[in-house]
T-cell receptor, first 112, second 116 residues
């Protein structure tokens, strides 16, 4: 079956460091991927997305990398700030059903 | 724009009681979704509505019903609440127009439901 999962449940970094959050997916037919950030007590917030015809996309302080060969997705956050502390989810679109499949999430803890 | 709004924010029910969770979006999106989020389980799709007038089951539909009242509103009903339905419920919407980025789902703030 298809699944989206994360390698690390918790990632602790120092303020100013770069953070890398990883995600593996198993459905090679997925063609669209999204990273969400969820702060405590709030709903998931869109961060950045990438389509399967790309291998890199950059936003403000964030970069998403897609490696289709090994079915791996990563989110890089530059100069991590305390406000980046949250749970980060990757999600893939289930081709043909337009339904997102979410991973269980990685908690990012940023200490001053 | 308020985006996606949900009511209520918190609710406590007794086993067997019924209630309806309300969701509305002001982004003129075609598709709307209901998820539940449990610790360690991530987000699981309950029901979705690809367009006004249609609804379909997601991964965990048992014990729930939905109504797509109009393009803006999508409600989730628990007819006879059970403790297993204690969870945080999120509504989401997406444009789903075929445009690049149209698949992105935008989420509401959630409803925290406890069933005793």
């Amino acid at each position: 079956g298809e699944s989206v999962g994360l390698h690390l449940p918790t990632l602790s970094v120092q303020e100013g460091d770069n953070s890398i959050i990883n995600c593996a997916y198993s459905n090679s037919a997925s063609d669209y991927f999204i990273w969400y950030k969820q702060e405590s007590g709030k709903g998931p917030q869109f961060i950045i997305d990438i389509r399967s015809n790309m291998d890199k996309r950059q936003g403000q302080r964030v970069t998403v990398l897609l490696n289709k060969t090994v079915k791996h997705l990563s989110l890089q956050i530059a100069a991590t700030q305390p406000g980046d502390s949250a749970v980060y989810f990757c999600a893939e679109i289930n081709t043909g059903f337009q339904k997102l499949v979410f991973g269980t999430g990685t908690r990012l803890l940023v200490s001053p | 724009n308020a985006g996606v709004t949900q009511t209520p924010k918190f609710q406590v029910l007794k086993t067997g009681q019924s209630m309806t969770l309300q969701c509305a979006q002001d982004m003129n999106h075609n598709s709307m979704y209901w998820y539940r989020q449990d610790p360690g389980m991530g987000l699981r799709l309950i029901y979705y509505s690809a367009s006004e007038g249609t609804t379909d089951k997601g991964e965990v539909p048992n014990g729930y019903n939905v109504s797509r009242l109009n393009k803006r509103e999508f409600s989730l009903r628990l007819e006879s609440a059970a403790p297993s339905q204690t969870s945080v419920y999120f509504c989401a919407s997406s444009e789903l127009s075929g445009r690049v980025g149209g698949d992105t789902q935008y989420f509401g703030p959630g409803t925290r439901l406890t069933v005793l």
